[in-house]
């Protein structure tokens, strides 16, 4: 058997391990329980495919994100490894298919969603698996303490119930003491062993500037930053107003939220990593699964509603190891908005069983039925339908789909597929008998190769209509044709968002909804909002001490590059500072931002700073038109 850095250097070319990789590969293959908390873009992944590798049998991984899984699934293939994932908008014979392959084929990896692992037809099958390994990802998600608890993650346990032998790991780049707690709790670990890195990100500089004028501290921050910059606000229009306001500026950004169509989505996302736009402005739809390295400033003009989402959504600044800019703007009244978003997160129970109502008609599905499909799904029509608004549905979705009832995908694209079912004899015998049939399966197998006997393969029915001078309609007439004629499995492309219910349509009265859970949640999540203000307004603390303390990690070394550091350790003494500033004055009167975009070779709030004593000692002065100037005793 080859070891694990054999493994790890066949696949992916390393020589070595990150601390604390090696160490929960062991653990694993020692069959122990493991719980290891690792930071977004600190090779997670690792540590389940490397042992995965080493031993016969399938790894089981349950992960919520959708697009992680597709992009895992790829980069495995890639590698010559084998692997499946099963998520909505999938058929019931693409499933079926799928799950066959990881019965009698020689599948290693198989991702599902935690919702997946209730329907019958995967708990039928998963016992004539050969599973070695449970994997958990994202696992802070099924503790109800957290800020992403999903009871969907509440099945992965009685999945244990089926395969009482095999052993879990779970994964999470954040979880507080209480998280940690629970997740071990839920997952029913045995003989469990836990492995943490350190939350400290010593080349992160974390900011919080409070200001009432957003836009200007904005343009200032990014005129000054060398690398790639990733701004975080919480609404899509913010997103296309704050991008024209920094357009105007000359800088070079564009925006990205889930409500775009997936080429534009992917085009933007491409350029930001190819660095043929240095900004990006995006909700927090962005960014997830994405490492790009040379990112040196994350900018959250809104605040996060947890400190564990701000702590992820920074992270992703200066993943190089160089030094980076975290900084969260704060004007007054934003966590006023925040509370009153928050209370309408959490809609009442009866417009909950109303919606799920108005769902089973739009989907027109009978009492008692399961739906075997996921359909289109357009919040717009669907609000106007049912005289509802919008932002409601949106809410009362999520919670349907938090309490299990329901399957969404916002953001979904997922490309055209297909694959034969019958082998290559039946297929030839088809050909021959069917000549019309004949000039698209050569042109599918010269641009596809065997892999169409074998698995779901990503095709494009463009292509395959140039090649054959047909036109794309004509293509996928004749792949729908195939399909009904169940030669093979033709999925064509979906670029709207999916909606399945997950369970037997239900009378909506007997929908089961925790009331006195459903409040303690909402009041855990106002508690979390509290917390995030606590460190806006914590000046007087290290920033990175504050968050390791917030997460448990116990540390009394300052991070020395944060604001508060900053500010009890002044980059550049008074007369140097103040000399700098006069010298800029000399030529013509400036704003107090124009100086700071100036004078970059000082910390802005130490320039501020400056800028406060000088003006208390009359060195400076304002004009009639709000500009800093040489004071006349300077004259």
Request: charge should be neutral; glycine fraction near 6%.
């Amino acid at each position: 058997m080859s070891s694990a850095l054999e493994v790890l250097n066949k696949y992916w070319g390393y020589t070595e391990f990150r601390p604390p990789q090696q160490a929960v590969i062991q653990s694993v293959m020692d069959n122990k329980d493991t719980l290891a908390l690792m930071p977004t873009g600190g090779g997670k992944s690792i540590c389940f495919q490397v042992p995965t590798l080493m031993r016969p049998g399938i790894c089981l991984v349950v992960t919520p994100l959708i697009a992680l899984m597709k992009d895992q699934v790829k980069q495995l293939k890639d590698l010559s490894i084998k692997a499946e994932a099963i998520y909505s908008g999938m058929s019931r014979r693409e499933i079926d298919i799928k799950l066959d392959n990881c019965i009698y084929g020689d599948i290693k990896f198989l991702y599902l969603s935690p919702e997946r692992l209730k329907s019958e037809i995967f708990k039928a099958r998963v016992v004539k698996m050969n599973i070695q390994l449970l994997v958990v990802d994202e696992a802070h998600c099924i503790s109800a303490w957290g800020y992403d608890f999903r009871p969907s993650y509440l099945t992965i346990a009685e999945v244990r119930l089926l395969l009482p032998d095999i052993s879990v790991l779970a994964l999470t780049a954040t979880a507080t003491a209480e998280v940690k707690l629970d997740i071990v709790k839920q997952l029913d670990f045995k003989n469990g062993l836990e492995f943490q890195v350190s939350f400290a990100r010593p080349n992160l500089s974390y900011q919080v500037e409070i200001t009432e004028d957003k836009p200007g501290k904005l343009i200032s921050l990014i005129k000054q930053v060398s690398g790639t910059s990733l701004i975080y606000v919480n609404t899509r229009k913010k997103c296309r107003t704050i991008t024209l306001a920094l357009k105007r500026e000359g800088l070079s950004v564009d925006f990205y939220h889930g409500g775009m169509t997936a080429g534009d989505r992917s085009k933007v996302q491409d350029d930001w990593l190819n660095d043929q736009t240095k900004t990006i402005v995006a909700t927090n739809a962005f960014g997830m699964g994405i490492n790009k390295p040379n990112v040196r400033l994350v900018v959250h003009y809104d605040m996060s509603d947890h400190l564990e989402a701000y702590y992820q959504e920074a992270g992703r600044a200066g993943r190089d190891g160089a030094s980076a800019d975290a900084v969260l703007l704060y004007q007054q009244g934003d966590m006023e908005l925040i509370k009153e978003r928050k209370e309408n997160e959490y809609p009442e129970i009866s417009f909950l069983r109303e919606t799920y109502q108005h769902l089973a008609n739009f989907c027109q599905l009978a009492q008692g039925s399961v739906m075997e499909e996921s359909v289109d799904f357009d919040l717009e029509q669907f609000s106007h339908k049912f005289h509802q608004k919008p932002l409601q549905v949106f809410y009362a979705l999520k919670k349907l789909k938090l309490f299990g009832y329901l399957e969404l995908t916002e953001d979904l694209f997922q490309p055209s597929e297909f694959r034969f079912t019958s082998d290559h004899k039946m297929v030839y015998e088809f050909q021959i008998a069917n000549a019309g049939f004949d000039p698209l399966i050569k042109a599918m197998l010269r641009m596809y190769g065997g892999e169409l006997f074998t698995h779901q393969v990503n095709i494009n029915e463009s292509r395959l209509a140039r090649l054959l001078h047909w036109e794309p309609l004509q293509v996928r007439k004749v792949l729908q044709s195939l399909h009904d004629l169940e030669l093979g499995i033709y999925q064509p492309k979906k670029d709207q968002p999916q909606l399945l219910f997950s369970t037997p349509r239900q009378d909506p009265k007997m929908l089961l909804f925790d009331q006195k859970s459903y409040e303690e949640k909402k009041k855990r999540e106002l508690s979390k909002l509290q917390s995030v203000y606590r460190y806006l307004l914590n000046d007087r603390m290290c920033r990175s001490l504050q968050l390791l303390e917030y997460f448990g990690e116990i540390s009394d070394k300052n991070c020395g590059v944060c604001d508060v550091c900053s500010l009890k350790q002044p980059a550049g003494g008074y007369q140097e500072v103040g000399d700098a500033i006069k010298g800029e004055l000399a030529g013509s009167p400036q704003t107090l931002h124009g100086l700071t975009t100036k004078l970059t070779n000082f910390d802005s709030l130490r320039v501020a700073q400056v800028v406060q004593e000088m003006l208390d000692h009359g060195e400076i002065i304002y004009d009639t038109l709000g500009r800093l100037q040489i004071g006349d005793t300077m004259v």
